[in-house]
């Protein structure tokens, strides 16, 4: 990707990294043109690849940077850490500071083997578009993507309530995957919610790609728990999925429970890896 197209894709870790992270980690650095800021209140791990940054965070910090970058209270508590999901979308104005001089931002989640980014998110892409998923006609919230412009780092405010779903502090309310969905498919399908968005409320429309799956599905990782032989693959800096299909990158959110754990650590680089519900193994591959 050109100068002219800095990417950072950001993700909120808090507690112990886990025991997958040497993998997200190495393959991060297959990606030298995409730059992951990682907000934690875990020490950076060894080997830390160039493009790799480790920011300290805690979530009583957190809520108080949301509270003030949104205008709306914002409690997230540690019985409850997955209601972050519902502040995906915002990460361009909580961290507004931190991307600065990025011209796109985007969310993403760590149980991820990424392949090569570039190879999908190509130079036309970025510039065609100013909101990019890896889903078919939906949101993703393990991969999003958003030109780091304030109407947009501002999108999620078209979702109705969000202050009130904020507020739900014990239940995650999808204002990522299902209420901008909701939004955008509202204006692909409307002629009228076009005209409302663009006319009074004098908004603008954003360009979104969500045309082509770039990662493994939930079905695949099922079919992996059926037949053992199945595997997912990542080599040199591409992934592939049970049939062989390249993809961007391999979420493994479904089989992660079943893993019995890694066998490379942080200081190793293998040139090819297997991920299965087994684990995330390069030998005897």
């Not at 080997?47 to 300290?56: E, G, I, S, T, Y």
């Not at 393990?142 to 969000?162: I, M, Q, Y």
Request: aromatic letters at 12%.
């Amino acid at each position: 990707m050109n100068a002219g197209n800095r990417i950072a894709l950001v993700n909120v870790w808090f507690g112990p990294l886990p025991f997958y992270m040497p993998a997200f980690l190495l393959t991060c650095r297959w990606n030298p043109d995409v730059e992951w800021l990682v907000f934690s209140d875990a020490p950076p791990p060894p080997n830390l690849p160039d493009n790799v940054r480790f920011l300290p965070l805690d979530m009583e910090t957190l809520n108080r940077r949301s509270s003030k970058a949104l205008g709306c209270a914002v409690r997230l508590t540690p019985s409850f850490a997955y209601k972050m999901c519902d502040l995906k979308l915002m990460y361009g104005l909580i961290f507004q500071q931190e991307l600065q001089g990025y011209d796109f931002w985007g969310c993403c989640d760590m149980d991820i083997v990424w392949g090569s980014i570039k190879a999908f998110v190509t130079t036309s892409v970025l510039e065609g578009h100013d909101v990019i998923t890896s889903r078919v006609g939906r949101i993703s919230g393990h991969f999003c993507l958003f030109r780091n412009r304030p109407e947009w780092a501002t999108l999620f405010r078209r979702v109705p309530n969000v202050a009130g779903r904020l507020a739900e502090s014990d239940r995650y309310t999808g204002i990522d995957e299902n209420g901008l969905t909701d939004v955008l498919q509202g204006y692909q399908s409307s002629r009228f919610r076009r005209f409302l968005t663009r006319r009074v409320r004098g908004l603008p429309l954003p360009r979104v790609y969500w045309e082509r799956v770039l990662t493994s599905s939930g079905k695949h990782q099922r079919q992996m728990l059926a037949d053992p032989s199945l595997r997912m693959r990542w080599r040199e800096g591409r992934t592939f999925g049970v049939r062989g299909e390249e993809m961007m990158y391999l979420h493994f959110h479904d089989v992660r429970k079943y893993m019995k754990g890694i066998d490379f650590g942080y200081g190793d680089a293998p040139r090819e890896f297997t991920v299965s519900p087994a684990g995330i193994f390069s030998s005897g591959i």
